[in-house]
């Protein structure tokens, strides 16, 4: 008999007789537990940069990546309460130091609600849309056009730029909310879930009160479908089986595996 051997031998039936860990937090301490990896070799295969707000900065996924992709060069510069301006900005700043690693590089940008900075809102453009909604997408597209130009000086990169918890208007890309589970189709398109938002452009005398009422119905539409999921808590945000959706979601972006 080996030691290993013997040791269970002696051990299994003693922590079955005495109990040292209650039933009731034995399971989620074992569904939390799982074996550590480390990079086996001197030089990395990869650099991975993320950027976002909070949706972006959940501990696990980091010890997911870091676990998954043990030979890859992580770089998280997301932040909670970053807006998409903030997000642009932070790669502006970042890229010239991103040119000078030689690694092969994906970079994965995940935008926040459009208007969390006020400075993204162009009021002369107002006018030219029915909806605040409707002018939130042209915002949006551009943004993500921004990304994909300040990224452009990059070689050997690829480059995703999809949302978290608002629609993707402007590529393919599917967002975090889109690996909810059972989530149903969305009822409306709604791209900033803030009704303080709103006010601001009657108190700006940018829009009279009745012109907002579409899209104060969307805001209500969208905000009871997303809220409404089992795993998005009132802070809206992913909470119970964040693990299962973060992993979906990044393996899809870094393994390329299908949506």
């Given amino acids: 008999m080996s030691v290993s051997d013997a040791i269970k031998k002696t051990l299994v039936p003693w922590l079955a007789k005495h109990k040292r860990i209650p039933k009731e937090r034995k399971g989620r301490l074992e569904y939390y537990w799982r074996p550590w990896h480390f990079p086996t070799k ?4 990869r650099l991975i940069y993320i950027s976002g707000d909070s949706w972006m900065t959940a501990g696990y996924f ?13 770089i998280n510069r997301a932040k909670a309460a970053t807006g998409n301006r903030d997000i ?19 970079l994965l940008i ?4 459009v208007g969390r900075n006020i400075n993204e809102i162009d009021r002369s453009k107002l006018d ?3 909806t605040i909604n409707d002018y939130l997408k042209t915002v949006q597209k551009k943004q993500c056009e921004e990304i994909y130009d300040i990224g452009s000086v990059l070689d050997n990169c690829q480059i995703f730029v999809t949302t978290a918890y608002v629609p993707n208007s ?7 909310i889109d690996f909810l589970d059972n989530h ?3 009822p409306t398109e709604c791209y900033n879930l803030t009704s303080k938002f709103y006010a601001w452009f009657v108190e700006q005398n940018l829009k009279k009160p009745e012109q907002l009422m579409s899209d104060l119905d969307n805001l209500d539409s969208y905000s009871s479908w997303l809220l409404g999921h089992k795993d998005i808590d009132h802070s809206v945000h992913i909470v119970g089986n964040e693990s299962y959706v973060y992993q979906k979601f990044f393996k899809h972006y870094l393994n390329n595996e299908k949506f």
């Fill in 42 to 45: 001197s030089s990395a295969d």
């Fill in 62 to 74: 980091n010890n997911f990546i870091m676990e998954t992709w043990p030979d890859d060069f992580i």
């Fill in 88 to 106: 642009i900005n932070i790669l502006k700043r970042d890229i010239d130091v991103l040119k000078d690693i030689s690694l092969p590089k994906t």
């Fill in 110 to 113: 995940v935008f926040s609600e």
């Fill in 128 to 130: 030219q849309f029915t």
């Fill in 170 to 176: 402007f590529n393919g890309n599917p967002s975090i």
């Fill in 184 to 186: 149903g189709h969305m």
